[in-house]
């Protein structure tokens, strides 16, 4: 019961990957949810442009998966157009032993899995390894925040999650140092009494579910509440 978050997916993956080689088994299945869409497509779309085999995106989840040791033939991709398979996406998924959520649009993968394909319970109660890169990493919390420069929006703002998660912490991804912008990370620590990790491009976690355990790798910063 693991949670992998990172900021930039192929950045994170390397340095994770000595840990996630003591724990992943070559038959282990994956499942991938690449439904972080800036706007809508269909299903032939992503097939053949989003997520088609040994194109950019595909190689770039794929292949670090692989380098795993992980099969290919055991990794699975899941169309959220691919209507007439909804039913089988929950059973895919608690078959699965790790499940990748990938960076992108985090509200369109909350819609996605809330309301489009209903797997939410799946995901929230998954007893595997979940990788997460940006909003994949993020939605995994209860609830999530997003600064302003990270936002559509262009204004911070909490978001509902996944709740995998129930928030022991929160963390920032794709942080940058500028005083501005870690003085907001600071003052999300102070104001809702827990710890925030500020993860950059070049940094990742290692969160155990089960036992807490929490390793931080390369360039993370932690931010804990001021004595009051």
């Known amino acids: 019961m693991y949670s992998i978050l990172l900021s930039e997916y192929e950045e994170g993956m390397k340095l994770v990957y000595e840990s996630l080689k003591k724990i992943v088994k070559s038959n282990d299945k994956v499942v991938i949810i690449a439904w972080t869409f800036p706007i ?3 299903y032939e779309k ?3 442009e989003w997520f088609k085999k040994g194109e950019r995106r595909y190689n770039k989840y794929v292949g670090p998966l ?5 099969k290919e033939e055991n990794i699975k991709i899941l169309n959220c157009y691919d209507n007439a ?3 089988q996406f929950k059973k895919v998924i608690d078959d699965s032993d790790i499940l990748v959520m990938t960076g992108g ?3 369109m993968l909350y819609s996605k899995v809330t309301q489009e394909t209903e797997i939410l319970y ?3 109660h998954y007893k595997g390894i979940i990788i997460g890169a940006s909003a994949g990493a993020e939605l995994q919390l209860k609830r999530y925040f997003i600064t302003a420069k990270n936002n559509y929006y262009k204004y911070f703002a909490f978001y509902d999650g996944f709740g ?4 022991p912490f929160y963390f920032d991804v794709h942080s940058i140092n500028n005083k501005y912008y870690l003085d907001k990370l600071q003052k999300v620590a102070d104001e809702k009494v827990k710890k925030v990790y500020s993860i950059y491009n070049d940094g990742a976690i290692v969160y155990n579910r089960k036992t807490g355990n929490l390793e931080k790798f390369g360039n993370v910063n932690t ?5 009051r």
């Open 40 to 42: 809508e497509i269909d």
């Open 46 to 48: 992503f097939n053949n």
């Open 66 to 70: 692989i380098k795993l040791g992980l």
């Open 85 to 87: 398979n909804f039913l």
């Open 105 to 107: 649009n985090p509200e």
């Open 122 to 124: 799946n995901i929230k």
């Open 164 to 167: 995998v998660l129930d928030d």
């Open 223 to 227: 931010f804990f509440q001021k004595e």
